[in-house]
């Protein structure tokens, strides 16, 4: 069994930045791929960001890339999401996730999922 927390979110002007933490607790975590996704009210839960175990291959959603950078601390077992220019569309519920097997940017390929940390960009 994993757990995972998210922490982090907040409310921000459009143009701001923040970073998210994810710690992870129950089992190795080195090993996994570790994904980020986000859900805006009414809408499907979206890939974002996702990294290898050994932090060398990263993948991003068109949307955020440029803008947003993934990176983990295997020693910590905690994955970052940095957000720069953030803009309204941003806002959502960000959550991290343990990667089972299949496609890294499709949710059904994660098995495990944090509670959620709500990230709103004011315009």
């Known amino acids: 069994q994993v757990q995972l927390v998210e922490s982090g979110g907040g409310l921000v002007q459009a143009g701001g930045s923040l970073r998210l933490s994810c710690a992870a607790s129950?089992?190795?975590?080195?090993?996994?791929?570790m994904g980020w996704f986000r859900q805006a009210p009414g809408k499907e839960r979206d890939f974002v960001a996702a990294?290898?175990?050994?932090?060398?291959?990263?993948y991003y959603a068109d949307s955020v890339k440029g803008r947003f950078t993934i990176s983990r601390d295997n020693a910590k077992n905690t994955v970052y999401l940095q957000m720069n220019s953030l803009k309204p569309e941003d806002t959502a519920v960000y959550y991290c996730?343990?990667?089972?097997?299949?496609?890294?940017?499709?949710?059904?390929?994660?098995?495990?999922w944090g509670q959620g940390t709500q990230v709103t960009v004011s315009s």
């Open positions: 990294i290898s175990w050994g932090g060398g291959s990263t």
């Open positions: 129950g089992r190795t975590f080195s090993s996994d791929v």
């Open positions: 996730a343990t990667r089972r097997a299949g496609t890294i940017t499709h949710k059904d390929a994660y098995a495990y």
